[in-house]
């Protein structure tokens, strides 16, 4: 049984686009002229053993072949023998589940190519968004391009190397096999781009074993209260200069939090952590490699809230973000099933979460189905219950759809018989079994129920001429 991962909110989706509020994929990162003969990004050279300082040279040779070993497992598809060297989860039980879900991924989708490289600020740096090698390999007539300004090329710190704690930045570089459409599986494999991230990381040596660990990014944090004496705090971490960010979310998820739980009629004591990552590469690699759909946030039982960390959060963006991750993170507490429900269900209830922190959302939801009524398409439930196999055609009918049913059962049943349903199914009921048991009525019977409430749809309409 594969868990479905909860996909939030794609991106233009704050924008209240409707009715095809998917954003289209990101597009791939500008080729830099010397990109069309990519080469392997070379191993960096050991570092020279300064007389000064040979015990930093030993830990970076050490942490070295730990990173030879993560890449082998990687390539072998090998889950196990690649996070035997991350942090156990009484060090990190959050980083530790996100990278248990990120190494399952492996089981689907095994990378042609992966690397993982200490980046050496000594040498000169290649941007991350796919230019191959480093400067030294452009021939030397050919200014090398500067790198394109994005927050993952940060001047590089120097590697810092103690006896029992690493912190240097990580070059994760990898290129998926080529692969049909996704629209179109019966069509010629395609050849996948290379994608690359770099971030700062921290290897610890933990004292059991004597060995080093794989313990995510460097991050800084700020915390925010909980708010009220039986809800857990809240622990932002970011990284660069995101603390402003990160300030405003540990100020603004208490109160979002405070309105969610109301609406699920239930206070989870949970220290709920939210990951600010400052570009959509680095989100996107932190789920899982072959994970390539925009996004601006993220969340699954046990991880963090991630969030990707934007100035548009300083405006009205923050609060209905993390309010649709929330209600994750409150379906989750539902019961140890949740991640079973039906997608557009899941997505559905975090929609509704997001309702009272974005105006104009349910009136969104409400056009764009009704819309989708009128040329009768609105999508069939059961190809939407499957993140990993729904068609992405009906990507923005798992939002739409899902709230706007749920909004349905929330004002003809109330909100408590709503909570029971969704409880009923994050403890193990299936759809029908729910909606018979809180609800009074068979799912079919929903179903009915619901479209009753949408227009009707219009005999198709000959095509117009096309204008001359
Ligand atoms: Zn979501």
């Given at each position: 049984m594969t868990p479905r991962a909860r996909i939030l909110a794609p991106l233009a989706l704050l924008a209240l686009s409707v009715p095809s509020h998917l954003a289209p994929a990101a597009p791939p990162a500008p080729?830099?002229?010397n990109a069309a003969a990519p080469q392997p990004a070379p191993r960096p050279a050991?570092?020279?053993?300064?007389?000064?300082?040979?015990?930093?040279?030993?830990?970076?040779?050490?942490?070295?072949?730990?990173?030879?070993?993560?890449?082998?497992?990687?390539?072998?598809?090998?889950?196990?023998?690649?996070?035997?060297?991350?942090v156990p989860a009484e060090s990190d039980p959050v980083f530790r589940t996100e990278q248990v879900n990120w190494a399952k991924d492996l089981g689907r989708h095994v990378p042609a190519e992966f690397t993982l490289e200490i980046v050496d600020p000594a040498a000169p740096q290649v941007g991350d968004a796919g230019a191959p090698g480093p400067a030294a390999a452009a021939p030397p007539d050919q200014p090398v391009p500067p790198p394109p300004g994005t927050p993952d090329d940060p001047a590089v710190p120097p590697p810092v190397y103690t006896a029992n704690e690493a912190r240097f930045t990580l070059r994760m570089t990898w290129r998926m096999p080529p692969a049909p459409p996704r629209d179109d599986p019966a069509a010629e494999p395609v050849p996948k781009r290379e994608r690359r991230v770099s971030f700062p990381v921290?290897?610890?040596?933990?004292?059991?074993?004597?060995?080093?660990?794989?313990?995510?990014?460097?991050?800084?944090?700020?915390?925010?209260?909980?708010?009220?004496?039986?809800?857990?705090?809240?622990?932002?971490?970011?990284?660069?200069?995101?603390?402003?960010?990160?300030?405003?979310?540990?100020?603004?998820?208490?109160r979002v939090?405070?309105?969610?739980?109301?609406?699920?009629?239930?206070?989870p004591a949970i220290t709920q952590e939210?990951?600010?990552?400052?570009?959509?590469?680095?989100?996107?690699?932190?789920?899982?490699?072959?994970?390539?759909?925009?996004?601006s946030g993220w969340n699954e039982p046990g991880e963090a809230i991630k969030i990707l960390a934007r100035e548009n959060m300083m405006a009205g963006a923050l609060e209905p973000l993390l309010a649709h991750e929330y209600g994750h993170v409150a379906t989750f507490e539902l019961g140890e099933h949740a991640?079973?429900?039906?997608?557009?269900?899941?997505?559905?209830?975090?929609?509704?979460?997001?309702?009272?922190?974005?105006?104009?959302?349910?009136?969104?939801?409400?056009?764009?189905?009704?819309?989708?009524?009128?040329r009768g398409r609105l999508a069939p439930w059961e190809p939407m219950a499957d993140?990993?196999?729904?068609?992405?055609?009906?990507?923005?009918?798992?939002?739409?759809?899902?709230?706007?049913?749920?909004?349905?059962?929330?004002?003809?049943?109330?909100?408590?018989?709503r909570n029971q349903w969704l409880t009923l199914m994050a403890r193990g009921g299936t759809l029908d079994e729910a909606t018979a048991?809180?609800?009074?009525?068979?799912?079919?019977?929903?179903?009915?129920?619901?479209?009753?409430?949408?227009?009707?749809?219009?005999?198709?309409?000959?095509e117009p001429d096309p204008e001359p």
């Open positions: 080729p830099t002229p050991p570092a020279p053993l300064g007389r000064d300082e040979p015990e930093a040279a030993r830990i970076r040779l050490e942490i070295g072949q730990a990173l030879r070993q993560m890449e082998a497992a990687v390539l072998a598809a090998n889950q196990e023998a690649y996070l035997a060297w991350v921290r290897f610890v040596r933990l004292p059991l074993s004597g060995r080093w660990y794989y313990a995510g990014e460097d991050w800084a944090s700020v915390t925010g209260a909980a708010y009220a004496p039986d809800s857990g705090p809240v622990v932002v971490k970011y990284l660069g200069d995101s603390r402003d960010i990160a300030e405003r979310v540990a100020e603004t998820l208490p939090r405070r309105r969610v739980d109301e609406g699920f009629e239930y206070r939210v990951k600010l990552y400052p570009s959509m590469r680095h989100l996107q690699a932190s789920i899982y490699l072959s994970y390539a759909d925009p996004l991640t079973k429900m039906p997608w557009w269900l899941v997505e559905g209830v975090a929609e509704l979460a997001a309702e009272a922190f974005s105006p104009g959302l349910a009136d969104a939801s409400r056009a764009a189905v009704e819309s989708w009524a009128r993140f990993y196999t729904c068609p992405p055609r009906y990507h923005g009918h798992v939002y739409r759809q899902g709230h706007h049913l749920l909004g349905f059962v929330s004002e003809t049943f109330g909100r408590t018989k048991g809180a609800l009074g009525l068979s799912w079919a019977q929903l179903d009915e129920r619901w479209r009753a409430t949408l227009p009707t749809a219009e005999p198709p309409q000959p």
